[in-house]
């Protein structure tokens, strides 16, 4: 499912993410990339605060609906 | 002198380790990307100097964003004699990956681990002795900015660039390792420096690389056959960003030491769960808008009078104030502010006065430099004020999360949020606004956000709105004015923002993706070395380009085109004559009419050299009656307009320099300028005949309303993209 609609506080692995090169290469440098462990943390209007690693990572909307998570 | 480079993530302390150094005062913010360029200093501690270069931050090697050119370029072509990587102990795993990138370039490395004052604070320790192990280069904890480490750091940096370090590569171990090192050693034959960091972006289908070595690709594709594939298909950089993920974390998992698992909850994420409510985020920005605002420039501190009644009396305590009998307690900012201008103006001033005979030289010295240089001064305090409030916003690392929380308001105008930090610190100063436009990523982005930057009142257009509204509505209602006027620039951005998105830009706005610092309290020597250095950059200013420019319009206004014949009357001046000549184009927005009109029009063009001018002028024209005269006598319609027009048209030449920089076609800037020019008369304009005639203003409301509903009716609003 996309993260957008993971629940709050539970660890999520990567399956997929759908977006054009540069943000995918973006995402990745930050630790978001298949395989990686999230924890969505806060929630503003489908805007999430994810955790990844130690760090915390803003996303918006339509980047949330492009990361696929399990 | 030996070079070292300082490489890091952004936001992982590299300035401020920089600062440290080299004794610098380059700014520091909690925004990742706030070193664009690269900046060069001197360490002076070891047995010899040595010159330290600070990168921009980096995420990565790869070449997709300006940094990472610049950073890249700079280690694999000028070759530094040690690339000091900074890594943040907070966020070692995200931060190592950089690191794994910088081991594969034959360079001295030396891992310098910083925060680690903040990792002992949460009970945490880090193994440096496992990351030695591991990667084979030195590893130094530091904390930057308690300046602990960094002398032993430097140290270690000279032994290291003594030696040469061949190159790792994490991958070695992997699947990858056949195909790395066929292609790495074709291209040693090929005589390449660096062939493994080569190698490994031509796996990575790095552009560059693959043009240049296009007739590797058959040999690459034929090994590639013979490695087993997985999720990731022929998304070779996914796959490569993914190994070096999996390394750094089976092998320094352990190499952090938790006092309690990373799963708890951080006072930084607590902080967040009120300051990026999803309902309470934005009142509470406002809120912290408004009692900066009221620190800076509110005349009844926290409305104790107005509500309480709390109000000076007697002599000393307003002399000490500096306030008439009756008034309440002022702000710190105009507090300042109003002990300035008594030294100045009551004190220094008569008393330079008194001493000089000749009359030019008396009029020159205290009418013109001082008199205008005074008009500026007595503002510093409050800019002063307004830009310690924005760096401490900054500093704590608020301002990144601002910049979430207006995301899904400012992506209606084609922005991100992203374009909020430039447009903040143009409150501050335009320069480093538009350099901010650089961490934006489309150029479209970025266009747009320089157009509409100079509406965000910045620190020098400042004295205009106080001086305006210390004089017109009898000169009660100056915050009103004031505040006004910054509502009036950010509305015109909105405006002009949605209006250039529909018509000319029809762009979507990149996504939002960006890291939170955790929150800290901003340290005051950083905080009042960057005051400093701001004071002395406002200082230069008025000492060169105002003070210059204060002459030349001393010069004009007091004599005529025979200047040899003496001092004439300011009516009579040559400044009077040319003000004259241009005064007609201002005619339709109410301040070029009458008499005074080309008082006015100069004090535009003197503006055009930078906004402290405008008082500064207007004080010197103001002729006997002094600028309290010429001001009390507009009417309002013709002062909001002609603040309107300062506000809205072309920026200080400092501005127009640096927007030209961040452009990068000459058509663009030429747009740029003629928007500027259109804005401000057009806005003007419906100020002046909307004040003037109230049903004017009226209809104009009406009608914009009417387009807004149709136009919502037309386009109804999409449905969120899946």
């Not at chain 2, 040595?50 to 370029?73: A, F, H, M």
């Not at chain 2, 000492?543 to 009579?572: C, H, K, Q, Y």
Request: glycine share 8%; net charge neutral; proline share 4%.
């Amino acid at each position: 499912m996309p993260i957008l609609f993971a629940p709050l506080n539970v660890e999520l692995q990567v399956t997929k993410i759908n977006v054009p090169d540069d943000t995918k290469h973006h995402l990745a440098n930050l630790g978001v990339l298949v395989g990686a462990i999230l924890v969505v943390i806060a929630d503003l209007h489908g805007n999430l605060i994810i955790k990844v690693k130690d760090g915390r990572l803003a996303i918006n909307k339509d980047v949330a609906m492009k990361i696929l998570v399990a | 002198m030996k070079k070292f480079a300082l490489a890091g993530n952004p936001n992982c302390g590299k300035t401020t380790l920089f600062n440290a150094l080299t004794g610098a005062t380059a700014h520091v913010g909690n925004w990742p990307g706030v070193t664009i360029d690269k900046r060069e200093g001197i360490y002076k501690k070891l047995e010899e100097p040595v010159e330290i270069v600070d990168l921009p931050g980096i995420y990565s090697l790869s070449p997709y964003t300006p940094e990472e050119i610049i950073s890249r370029n700079y280690i694999l072509d000028e070759k530094p004699d040690c690339v000091i990587n900074i890594v943040d102990g907070t966020n070692l795993e995200r931060n190592l990956y950089l690191t794994t990138q910088l081991l594969e370039i034959n360079i001295p490395v030396v891992i310098a681990v910083n925060m680690i004052d903040i990792v002992a604070k949460k009970g945490d320790a880090i193994l440096v002795a496992e990351i030695e192990k591991k990667f084979n280069v030195p590893v130094v904890e530091i904390s930057a900015l308690r300046e602990k480490g960094i002398h032993v750091l430097m140290q270690k940096a000279l032994e290291a660039s003594l030696q040469t370090r061949d190159a790792i590569s994490v991958l070695e171990d992997s699947k990858l390792a056949p195909l790395i090192n066929k292609i790495s050693a074709l291209l040693l034959e090929r005589g390449l420096n660096n062939p493994l960091f080569h190698a490994i972006r031509f796996i990575e289908q790095d552009d560059f690389e693959l043009k240049k070595h296009h007739d590797l690709i058959e040999t690459a594709d034929e090994i590639k056959e013979t490695i087993p594939v997985d999720g990731f298909g022929d998304d070779y950089e996914g796959l490569i960003a993914s190994l070096r993920y999996k390394y750094v974390a089976q092998n320094f998992s352990r190499a952090i030491v938790r006092k309690i698992q990373n799963t708890t909850v951080t006072k930084s994420d607590k902080a967040d769960r009120v300051l990026t409510h999803r309902l309470w985020g934005i009142p509470i920005f406002l809120f912290i808008m408004l009692l900066i605002f009221h620190l800076t420039f509110g005349s009844d501190l926290l409305l104790l009078n107005s509500i309480f009644g709390l109000q000076i009396n007697g002599d000393f305590w307003t002399m000490l104030f500096q306030v008439e009998a009756g008034s309440g307690i002022p702000s710190p900012g105009v507090f300042l502010q109003s002990w300035v201008i008594y030294l100045l103006e009551d004190l220094l001033i008569p008393f330079v006065a008194s001493w000089i005979n000749i009359a030019w030289i008396q009029s020159l010295v205290a009418d013109g430099i001082l008199a205008g240089l005074a008009a500026i001064f007595s503002f510093f305090p409050q800019i002063m004020m307004l830009f310690l409030f924005l760096s401490i916003l900054e500093d704590s690392g608020y301002m990144a999360r601002i910049a979430f929380i207006m995301d899904r308001t400012f992506r209606r105008f084609g922005l991100s949020g992203k374009a909020f930090l430039p447009m903040m610190m143009c409150f501050g100063c335009g320069v480093p606004g538009a350099m901010a436009t650089r961490t934006l990523e489309t150029e479209k982005e970025r266009r747009l956000t320089l157009m509409v930057s100079p509406f965000f009142s910045c620190g020098a257009k400042l004295p205009i709105w106080l001086a305006f509204g210390s004089l017109i509505l009898g000169g009660q209602h100056g915050t009103f004015v004031v505040f006004s006027m910054y509502l009036l620039g950010i509305g015109v951005a909105i405006i002009a923002a949605i209006l250039l998105k529909k018509a000319a830009f029809k762009n979507e706005a990149s996504p939002f993706i960006m890291e939170f610092p955790s929150y800290h309290t901003p340290k005051f020597s950083n905080l009042m070395k960057y005051l400093w250095d701001k004071l002395k950059h406002f200082l230069f200013r008025a000492a060169t380009v105002i003070a210059a420019s204060i002459i030349v319009i001393w010069f004009l206004s007091n004599f005529s085109w025979a200047f040899w014949t003496g001092m004439v009357t300011i009516e009579n001046s040559m400044l009077a004559s040319i003000g004259r000549f241009i005064q007609p184009i201002f005619i339709p927005l109410g301040f070029g009419i009458g008499s005074d009109g080309w008082r006015f029009v100069v004090g535009i063009f003197s503006g055009l050299i930078a906004k402290e001018n405008v008082v500064a002028t207007l004080e010197q024209l103001a002729g006997s009656g002094g600028i309290a005269t010429l001001i009390g006598s507009m009417d309002l319609a013709s002062a909001y307009s002609f603040m309107a027009f300062n506000l809205l048209t072309i920026p200080c030449m400092a501005m127009v320099g640096a927007v030209i920089g961040e452009l990068s076609k000459k058509r663009y800037v030429f747009e740029t300028i003629g928007f500027w020019l259109a804005a401000s008369y057009v806005v003007s304009l419906v100020i002046y005949w909307s004040i003037r005639f109230w049903w004017i203003g009226v209809s104009l409301l009406a009608t914009l309303l009417i387009i807004v509903i149709i136009s919502a009716v037309i386009h109804r609003p999409r449905q969120a993209r899946v």
